[in-house]
Every structure is written in C-alpha cells, then in structure tokens.
Nanobody, 127 residues
Framework: VQLQASGGGLVQAGGSLRLSCAVS????????IGWFRQAPGKGREGVSC????????YYADSVKGRFTISSDDAENTVSLQMNSLKPEDTAVYYC?????????????????????WGQGTLVTVSS
C-alpha cells in the first residue's frame, strides 16, 4: 500500500491549490481516504475525508465551503481542491487511508489509529 501526495506550494491568501493523493496497492473502494494537516507546534487534524463507496464525505468546520474533496476511481486518486486559502491553512498536509478513517477525520479517534499514511506536502499561505 502506497500513498503519494503532491501539489503543495506557496500561495498568497485568497489563492488556490490542488492536492492529489495517488494510491497504489488497493482500490479506493477498500478504504476511506482523506487529508490531514499539521501546523508547526500543533497536532495532526482531519481536514477532509471521503469514502466513495458509501458516498460519505467529511469536512472540518474550518474548511467547509472552501475545500472540496473528490475521488477518481479510474485513476485511483483522491484530490483536495483548496480555494480562498488563509494563512491559518499553512501546514504540512498528509493523505491517509484506513477503513475507519471517518472517525479519525472527525476527531473521535486519534490519528495514531490510521493504518496508512503518505508523505506530507507543505502548503504555505502568505498574508
């Protein structure tokens, strides 16, 4: 199982970025896939998660209306479109996969429960 994240970078406040997570070794239907982020000095938090086989989507309150998660079963890729970026969105973003990822994404269960993590990609939003 491998998760390969890409798409981070430096953007001004109000700008947009698109993150992609290419998965291999399993089908998107097998797991929930999602994005977490970790800002300097803070814990890892769920941003958005999706289980396409169930049509279940979660967004953190801080990103609702600005971020959109989507999955492409044919390409085995999950993307996160981030619009209207704010300086407080600055963090290392990680993609993750787990059968019960929704509960980690929502904060009910800890990130240590997640089975598979990709490498992080840095998103920096300047003011």
């Amino acid at each position: 199982v491998q998760l390969q994240a890409s798409g981070g970078g430096l953007v001004q406040a109000g700008g947009s970025l698109r993150l992609s997570c290419a998965v291999s070794g399993f089908r998107l239907d097998d797991f929930a896939i999602g994005w977490f982020r970790q800002a300097p000095g803070k814990g890892r938090e769920g941003v958005s998660c999706i289980r396409s086989s169930e049509g279940t989507v979660y967004y953190a309150d801080s990103v609702k209306g600005r971020f959109t998660i989507s999955s492409d079963d044919a390409e085995n890729t999950v993307s996160l479109q981030m619009n209207s970026l704010k300086p407080e969105d600055t963090a290392v973003y990680y993609c993750a996969a787990d059968v019960s990822l929704y509960y980690v994404c929502s904060g009910r269960d800890p990130p240590s429960d997640v089975e598979h993590w990709g490498q992080g990609t840095l998103v920096t939003v300047s003011s």
